[in-house]
Nanobody, 123 residues
Framework: QVQLVESGGGLVQAGGSLRLSCAAS????????TGWLRQAPGKEREFVAA????????YYADSVKGRFTISRDNAKNTVYLQMNSLKREDTAVYYC????????????????WGQGTQVTVSS
């Protein structure tokens, strides 16, 4: 079992930056694809970014390419999402997710989910 706990969410002004962290426990995340999904009010949950289980391939939604960066620190067993040039439409609940031996592609499914953290971008 893997437990995921997000942190770093909050309120930020449009154009600003925010870094989300996801601390994993129970098992190492080394053999897991890890990623971030988000859901805004009235909209379906959507893929944001992910790393393959090998940790050497990244995937991003078109809406965040060039602005968001996913990374992983295996020594700390932590996943990060660096968000720059934030827009009001980035406002959503962000979920950290993991899947054993997962591909990390946008259509992938995930076994483990964090509780979610709210990101609100003001203008």
């Amino acid at each position: 079992q893997v437990q995921l706990v997000e942190s770093g969410g909050g309120l930020v002004q449009a154009g600003g930056s925010l870094r989300l962290s996801c601390a994993a426990s129970g098992r190492t995340i080394t053999m897991h694809a890890t990623g971030w999904l988000r859901q805004a009010p009235g909209k379906e949950r959507e893929f944001v970014a992910a790393l393959s289980w090998t940790g050497d391939t990244t995937y991003y939604a078109d809406s965040v390419k060039g602005r968001f960066t996913i990374s992983r620190d295996n020594a700390k067993n932590t996943v990060y999402l660096q968000m720059n040039s934030l827009k009001r439409e980035d406002t959503a609940v962000y979920y950290c997710v993991a899947e054993p031996l997962g591909s990390g592609t946008s259509g992938a499914t995930y076994r483990y989910w964090g509780q979610g953290t709210q990101v609100t971008v003001s203008s």
